[in-house]
């Protein structure tokens, strides 16, 4: 480690080293002075024994006691004690021991004086011997007082500073270490909660700092890795339901397709499933048919985002396009391709379920043909017969059987039913040929060509066509009614009109068809019925089975207008 880094340990090191420095030197102060105060003690002790002793010693010599030499050799005994020689120390200050040293030798003096001749001469100098030792025993005394004074302030000083650096070294390790451990602990609490918008304080240069720092780091890396983790899991949670939700709309719309007839309206719903799939913004269908205009379908606006177009086709058939407007997340190609080979399989289904049901009409009004043409038909072509032969047999009268007044009325009755039984006949032929028209390849348009085409050769009036109709929004019913209509109106104009012009309108709108025939013939008054003339009655009723209405206007020398309108919904 560096001195940075190991500055907190060093620190405190170095403090609680200090302590105990401080504490030993304390306590040894303390053991050296006790144990020079407890021979301090023990000198003041024997010094003022010392004192007591010159007093007895002057006493010895006025009563002239005989216990005068053992006394000297007492105080002589004192004087050489280990108290007083422990004095010769380098504890012991100097001149405490100069002192001692100067008492020895006036003692020796004195001593010579007690063993000579006049030891009297002792009373003399004993004030003066006995001040010295006063004055030797007090400054053992102030010694004494005075290391044990050293001893208070030493102590004091050294409690003093152990305490404060006790107390230094307490608020550091909570400054350096306890409140950083605490907020690492909660640092901690949050990780363990996913929570790391952690920031530690470093700004300390201890190992805590270095701690904080390094833990902020991997708070930030751990969060980093987490949130990209995290995101990583919810993009693919997403994709996989984005994807999940596209199959499930994928199954709705081939279940829709399998449980139920295919028209528009399931178009209509699935291209609604498909701008449900995330990516895709908007769908267009554009279904072709042969001679017909393209029939669109659309779910969205295409104006916005990336449009591709799609060919859709099966088993070798063009059925139309799709067209797709993506958003900026395309979605799964495999998701389109599965909508592009549903639809197209849907409108492949589509086509031929209408081309059968046409088939199926058809058929049906061949037959009732047939059967119109093998029973009334043949019944009213024998009637026509036997009307002739009974009209030659009445002519073939002798004029003698013939009462002129009978005769006139019968030729007349016969007259009328020959007449009534051509119209009869001839209503039913039209009824035939009405039972007879076909929709060829599924197109109204085709139908309608092929009608044109024939009655242009029963007429020399021009027929123009203007077809801009979709089959698709036609039920095969509607398309056999309006086929039926528009040939009616042809017809009624070609026989009654001698017009030069024929115009065949067909247009539709968002909700309703509008079919118009526009003929420049002589007119009638369309509030003149005519007998045997069921044309505009049976129009009417067509257009009352289509839920729309039929509209004729005309005036006399300006040509006639039939007009058809109905909503596109199947109503019928």
């Given amino acids: 480690m560096s001195k940075v880094k190991r500055s907190a340990t060093k620190t405190i090191a170095i403090s609680m080293s200090i302590v105990v420095i401080l504490s030993l030197l304390i306590t040894s102060f303390s053991m050296i002075t006790l144990l020079t105060s407890v021979n301090d003690a023990e000198a003041v002790n024997v010094a003022g024994s010392m004192r007591m002793q010159s007093y007895r010693l002057a006493h010895d010599i006025h009563t002239n006691s005989a216990d005068f030499s053992n006394h000297v050799a007492l105080l002589d005994k004192s004087f050489h004690s280990p108290a007083m020689q422990a004095l010769d120390s380098w504890l012991i200050p100097k001149r405490i021991q100069e002192d001692y040293l100067a008492l020895l030798n006036h003692w020796n003096k004195v001593k010579q004086t007690l063993n000579g001749q006049e030891p009297q001469l002792f009373i003399q100098s004993m004030p003066l011997f006995v001040s010295q030792i006063d004055g030797f025993v007090f400054h053992i005394q102030q010694m004494s007082e005075s290391m044990l004074t050293r001893l208070a302030w030493i102590g004091g000083f050294g409690l003093t500073g152990i305490v404060a650096l006790s107390v230094y070294v307490v608020l550091f390790v909570r400054r350096e270490m306890i409140g950083p451990l605490a907020s690492l602990l909660v640092a901690s609490e949050k990780v363990q909660k996913h929570q790391f918008d952690i920031q530690l304080d470093d700004s300390s240069k201890s190992e805590m700092g270095v701690v904080a720092k390094t833990f902020n780091r991997m708070a930030y890396e751990i969060g980093s890795q987490y949130d990209m983790l995290e995101k990583k899991v919810n993009e693919k949670t997403n994709k996989l339901r984005k994807v999940n939700r596209s199959l499930e709309l994928l199954y709705d719309a081939a279940q829709q397709l399998n449980t139920s007839r295919i028209d528009l309206d399931n178009l209509d719903h699935i291209l609604n499933n498909m701008v449900s799939v995330d ?28 449009t591709k177009e799609y060919k859709l086709y099966l088993e070798g058939e063009d059925l139309g396009y799709l067209y797709f407007a993506f958003e900026v997340h395309k979605p799964e190609q495999a998701i389109v391709d599965s909508f592009v080979q549903l639809l197209s399989r849907a409108l492949f289904y589509y086509r031929s379920q209408r081309e059968l049901e046409k088939l199926i ?114 039920t095969t019913n509607q398309q056999v009614h309006v086929l039926q209509l528009i040939r009616e109106a042809v017809v009624n104009a070609i026989k009654h009109a001698n017009p030069e012009h024929i115009q065949i309108e067909c247009q539709e709108s968002l909700s309703h068809m509008m079919i118009s025939v526009i003929d420049d013939g002589i007119g009638f008054d369309p509030r003149i ?26 005036l006399k020398g300006r040509g006639s207008e039939v007009t058809l309108q109905y909503p596109k919904e199947n109503t019928e």
């Fill in 529 to 554: 019925e005519k007998n045997n003339h069921y044309g505009l009655s049976i129009m009417q009723e067509r257009a009352q089975r289509l839920n729309g209405s039929l509209v004729v206007s005309s």
């Fill in 279 to 306: 990516g895709i913004h908007a769908v267009r269908l554009q279904i072709e048919e042969p001679h017909e205009n393209s029939h669109i379908v659309q779910s969205g606006e295409l104006a916005n985002g990336v």
């Fill in 361 to 474: 009409l058809m058929e049906e009004r061949a037959t009732i043909a047939r059967e119109l043409h093998d029973s009334l038909a043949q019944s009213l072509s024998y009637l026509k017969i036997q009307v002739s032969r009974m009209k030659r047999s009445i002519n073939q009268l002798p004029d003698c059987d013939k009462n002129q007044r009978d005769y006139a009325k019968l030729n007349d009755v016969t007259s009328e039913l020959e007449v009534g039984l051509s119209s009869a006949y001839t209503q039913l032929r039209e009824l035939l040929s009405t039972f007879r028209l076909s929709l060829k390849e599924g197109s109204l348009g085709h139908a309608l060509t092929e009608i044109v085409n024939e009655l242009s050769q029963q007429t020399s009036a021009v027929i123009h066509t203007n077809y801009q109709l979709s089959s698709l929004t036609l």
